[in-house]
């Protein structure tokens, strides 16, 4: 496969899962949204710390924004994890 026709490849699959993710419901607009939430935190965060905040610490605000919106990733994170140990250990002693 060449170039082009991976990058069409490609911008077809991304444009298939935002239209699911319009379209209804599920894992893909979970994703969407939360990406969105976090992009507006993180501009808004920014926006006031410039302002009333000493130039010294208002570059953390937008990490601070970030942190707080996906911390849930790290706690999925270590979810998943555990749940690959737990399995594993349960195939080992079958």
Do not use: C, H
């Amino acid at each position: 496969m060449n170039a082009p026709q991976r990058i069409r490849s490609a911008a077809t699959e991304r444009a298939d899962y935002l239209g699911r993710a319009v379209r209804g419901a599920g894992g893909e607009r979970d994703e969407v949204l939360l990406g969105a939430k976090t992009v507006i935190a993180a501009m808004a965060a920014w926006v006031m710390a410039r302002y009333l905040l000493p130039p010294s610490v208002s570059t953390f605000a937008p990490f601070t924004a970030l942190v707080s919106l996906q911390g849930t990733l790290l706690t999925d994170a270590g979810r998943l994890l555990a749940d690959l140990r737990l399995g594993r250990q349960s195939l080992a002693r079958t």
